[in-house]
C-alpha cells in the first residue's frame, strides 16, 4: 500500500468493552497512548462505517474508561454494542516522530533478514504490556519478533519494507 493511501486509512482507536451501569453508558477500551485522546479524535465510526458515534467520557472505571455515545441511551444498547471496534480518520490523528508507527501501518510489510532474505509480511502487531511483538507470516511458518531497535533496526514505510534481524533459534 502506498503512503499516500495509508494517509487516508482509518485507524483503530478503541473497543466498546460493553455496558456500564443502567443508562446506556459503556466502559470503553482505548488504543491511544493517551487513554482519554479517544475522544479527541471523532466523530468515531464501527469497522464497516455503517455507525458514527461521538465520545464523551463520563469517568475512569475498571478496565477502561466510562463513556456516553451518541445513539446509545440505554443498558440494552450499550450490551448489544460490545465488541464494535471504534475508528477514527487517519487525518485526525497526530502525526508521529520518525521512530514511532501506528500498528496499522505496519500490518502487510514486507519483512527481510538484514541479508536480504524474505522472512514474510507482518501479519499482526500484539502489545503484552512489556513490549509489541511483530507476527510475522511467511514461507517458513510465523514468527514472533519483539519490537525492538535490536531486532527491528529498519522500519521504511516510503519503501514499504522493514529488516529484522531475529534472534537464533535453539532448533
Same mark, same amino acid.
Given at each position: ?5 495509508? %494517509?487516508e486509512?482509518?485507524?483503530c482507536v478503541?473497543a466498546? &468493552?460493553?455496558?456500564?451501569?443502567v443508562q446506556g +453508558?459503556v466502559? !470503553? %477500551?482505548?488504543?491511544c ?5 479517544i475522544?479527541s479524535?471523532?466523530?468515531l /465510526? ?11 467520557l ?6 477502561g474508561?466510562?463513556?456516553?455515545? $451518541?445513539?446509545?441511551?440505554?443498558r440494552d444498547?450499550? +450490551?448489544a @454494542? %460490545?465488541g464494535? /471496534?471504534?475508528? &477514527?480518520d487517519?487525518?485526525?490523528? =497526530?502525526?508521529?516522530?520518525d521512530?514511532?508507527?501506528? *500498528?496499522?501501518?505496519?500490518i502487510?510489510?514486507?519483512? $527481510?533478514? =538484514?541479508?536480504? @532474505?524474505? !522472512?514474510?509480511r #507482518?501479519?499482526a502487531?500484539?502489545d *503484552?504490556g512489556a513490549g509489541?511483538?511483530?507476527?510475522? &507470516?511467511? =514461507? %517458513?511458518? #510465523? !514468527?514472533?519478533? =519483539?519490537?525492538?531497535r535490536? #531486532?527491528?533496526? /529498519?522500519?521504511?514505510?516510503?519503501v ?11 532448533e
Open positions: 500500500m502506498a503512503e499516500a493511501d495509508r %494517509k486509512a482509518r485507524i478503541g466498546i &468493552a460493553g455496558a456500564f451501569g +453508558e466502559r !470503553l %477500551k482505548s488504543f497512548a493517551t487513554p482519554s485522546d475522544a479524535y471523532g466523530p /465510526t464501527s469497522e464497516d462505517g455503517s455507525r458514527s458515534f461521538t465520545v464523551r463520563t469517568r475512569p472505571v475498571t478496565g474508561l466510562g463513556a456516553r455515545l $451518541s445513539g446509545i441511551s440505554n444498547q450499550a +450490551e @454494542a %460490545k464494535v /471496534t471504534l475508528w &477514527a487517519r487525518a485526525r490523528l =497526530p502525526s508521529l516522530p521512530d514511532e508507527f501506528y *500498528h496499522a501501518d505496519l502487510g510489510l514486507l519483512v $527481510s533478514d =538484514p541479508g536480504g @532474505a524474505e !522472512l514474510g #507482518v501479519r502487531i500484539h *503484552h509489541d511483538i511483530i507476527e510475522v &507470516a511467511g =514461507p %517458513k511458518g #510465523v !514468527l514472533l519478533l =519483539p519490537f525492538t535490536a #531486532v527491528v533496526p /529498519t522500519v521504511d514505510l516510503a514499504g519494507r522493514i529488516v529484522a534481524d531475529p534472534p537464533e533459534s535453539d
